[in-house]
């Protein structure tokens, strides 16, 4: 099997990379080339994006690839969902994009579950109810910036619009647009009822594409200004957690779910078509689209987002700990002191993170944490349950038997979260890829240029090139006890 070389620009909430990817031998090796921080930049009272810096920080990494002489010969970018940048007027970007933890949808969030409500949102989309969602976003837009929006001439997720100033193609990779509460999984088209339902200009949305879409070549001004060639540019699964699922190594049986580990936790299974009932939508589970015409089936809960804002805190107080300190004394921390609820309001918006846990605790009678360690350990376990209650939700509306859970992405570096994931569901744990998203994007990239013939393939191909470590249930009798105790948290 001949040499095949891949560039991924993954976008993260923190951070962005661009990852280069060597498929060979029945093998994908990868390294990292170049590593940016991100983040929500605050301004003017709002949450911001600074996607041209983003954009640079993108061409500065594919500047590293080409000076490595590597003669890759094609790129895709993934990122977060639910947010977008608006282009019209002859202008590439009408504002910075806002982020979702923007407070904008607050208000417009509460009125459509007001009215229409819930029930033909969902019998449209099949998406989760969470105010973050893209389509709050836009009535906020349309309610607060409708000046601007009716200058728009089209409306782009981040990484189909990082795909645009690649590519100069504008278009909506299905995954990525699957996650706006605006996009119909059966028709597998953009809502023309609720875009019309919320007065949004239809006009504004872009043709969609699936997954493994050749775009066209690096624009020439782009490829000469980064020193490199007409490279391919991919819309794999532009949507992050899409991207990974493609890359969970399960290979055979149906007796498995997925968890991606990071600053969300998303955890499901993949189904062949969406579900869409009033059971599903009871659950709030959301059907995502997936590579293949696969349905990501899951829910997004918050993940290491908790920790990830303790932490940021604790900086701003001269504390500085990395994770692998915070686990270690989470693992030395007593067991199962204080619980949360890691689905309440209160933990979706930034800042003082270690108040808003401690004031949960007073309000369920709870000791408070009181150390870094107590900390970690209350978000370690209460994550853990969590998924427990999830998976047990998953089995009483698709009636899958599941035996495995593939816990993928950062978050599957933590051997502390992951034994207590095996011992809050009973099931085995199986952690790794830690890249999953990167190389879910590589490979479906290989798949697009006919180097690898099937999803089936991609995750051999993963499985083969991977350490995966297992984690065996333990201790059932007290996460029983633990988890009775979590049910009866509000």
Not at 198 to 215: C, M, N, Q, S
Not at 444 to 469: C, E, N, P
Request: charged content about 20%; glycine content about 8%.
């Amino acid at each position: 099997m001949s040499e095949h070389f891949y560039i991924a620009c993954d976008l993260g909430a923190d951070s962005g990379r661009v990852i280069l990817g060597r498929l060979g031998e029945g093998r994908v090796t990868i390294e990292e080339v170049h590593r940016f921080p991100n983040g929500a930049v605050k301004i003017a009272g709002s949450l911001r994006w600074d996607i041209l810096r983003i954009f640079e920080e993108l061409k500065i990494g594919l500047r590293k690839v080409a000076a490595k002489g590597v003669a890759a010969q094609s790129l895709s970018v993934d990122s977060w969902g639910l947010d977008y940048a608006l282009t019209g007027a002859g202008q590439p970007l009408l504002s910075l994009p806002h982020s979702y933890r923007d407070a904008r949808t607050d208000s417009t969030f509460a009125a459509a579950m007001c009215a229409p409500g819930p029930e033909p949102i969902f019998a449209e989309t099949g998406i989760q109810f969470m105010q973050v969602n893209t389509l709050y976003q836009l009535i906020a837009e349309r309610e607060n910036s409708g000046q601007l929006l009716s200058l728009a001439d089209r409306f782009l997720m981040i990484a189909d619009y990082v795909h645009f100033l690649f590519s100069g193609v504008a278009v909506a990779e299905e995954s990525l647009a699957s996650t706006t509460q605006l996009y119909n999984p059966v028709t597998r088209k953009w809502s023309e009822r609720l875009i019309e339902m919320f007065a949004l200009p239809a006009h504004i949305f872009p043709p969609l594409v699936a997954p493994g879409t050749k775009l066209a070549p690096l624009l020439p001004a782009v490829a000469a200004e980064i020193d490199m060639g007409a490279v391919q540019v991919i819309a794999t699964c532009s949507h992050d957690t899409g991207a990974a699922v493609a890359a969970v190594p399960a290979c055979g049986g149906e007796d498995w779910a997925y968890l991606s580990s990071g600053t969300w936790s998303l955890i499901g299974v993949e189904l062949p078509q969406p579900l869409l009932d009033d059971t599903v939508r009871a659950h709030n589970f959301t059907n995502e689209a997936g590579f293949g015409g696969t349905t990501r089936f899951l829910k997004n809960i918050v993940g290491l987002w908790l920790l990830q804002e303790c932490r940021r805190t604790w900086t701003r107080a001269g504390q500085e700990y990395n994770y692998g300190t915070l686990a270690t004394e989470a693992e030395h921390a007593a067991p199962f002191r204080s619980l949360i609820n890691p689905n309440d309001a209160r933990f979706l918006k930034p800042d003082e993170m270690p108040e808003k846990i401690a004031a949960y605790c007073r309000e369920t009678s709870q000791p408070t944490p009181e150390t870094p360690g107590q900390f970690t350990r209350c978000i370690y376990e209460s994550l853990a349950l969590l998924y427990r209650r999830t998976l047990d939700e998953i089995v009483s509306v698709t009636g899958r038997r599941i035996a495995r859970l593939h816990i993928v992405g950062g978050g599957s570096q933590s051997a502390l979260l992951n034994q207590f994931a095996a011992n809050a569901t009973g099931r085995t744990v199986l952690a790794g890829p830690v890249e999953a998203t990167a190389l879910g994007n590589l490979l479906i990239q290989a798949i697009a240029l006919g180097h690898l013939g099937s999803l089936a393939d991609l995750r051999q191909t993963v499985a083969a090139s991977s350490v995966i470590t297992e984690y065996l249930p333990q201790e059932s009798g007290v996460w029983q006890e633990a988890f009775a105790r979590f049910q009866r948290l509000p």
